[in-house]
């Protein structure tokens, strides 16, 4: 199967990208977002990136992503402040959230409790990630 590319060379987008599937991957981590990047766009996902909570909430302004996937440790807005934000605007629930994260020092139920989907620790399997985006994506 050829990869889809999220834009032809004239720029412009292609009928097919309106059908894909939309992933915010919000993590101060720019190696594992473009590992995470690539390997979306390999399973046929289109992907947005955000360094950390701030990107993230103008990028879901602006993209109506499918699911995100947040980790919680990030300088500035982290995911914790995301997190808040959209309980504050009455968004949490709206979109699924998958919690990555190397450092859960509260117990999971809690962070699940806040209206996020799933929690998976980093490091993370792969396989495993793209199943839950497409079980959690309508």
Not at 24 to 46: K, N, S, T, W
Not at 66 to 86: E, H, S, T, Y
Request: no cysteine; proline share 7%; charged share 20%.
């Amino acid at each position: 199967m050829n990869e889809v590319r999220a834009q032809n060379p004239s720029g412009g987008k292609r009928i097919s990208d309106v059908d894909r599937k939309r992933v915010l991957v919000i993590d101060d981590d720019m190696p594992l977002r473009g590992m995470l990047a690539a390997a979306l766009r390999q399973h046929g996902f289109q992907v947005l990136l955000a360094g950390d909570g701030e990107e993230g909430q103008r990028a879901l302004k602006i993209h109506d992503p499918n699911v995100i996937l947040l980790d919680l440790a990030m300088p500035k807005v982290n995911g914790w402040d995301f997190l808040q934000r959209l309980q504050e605007t009455g968004h949490l629930g709206r979109v699924p959230i998958i919690v990555l994260s190397a450092h859960l020092h509260v117990d999971p139920q809690a962070v699940l409790q806040m209206g996020v989907a799933a929690i998976l620790p980093k490091p993370f399997n792969l396989p495993e990630l793209i199943d839950l985006i497409e079980h959690l994506s309508p």
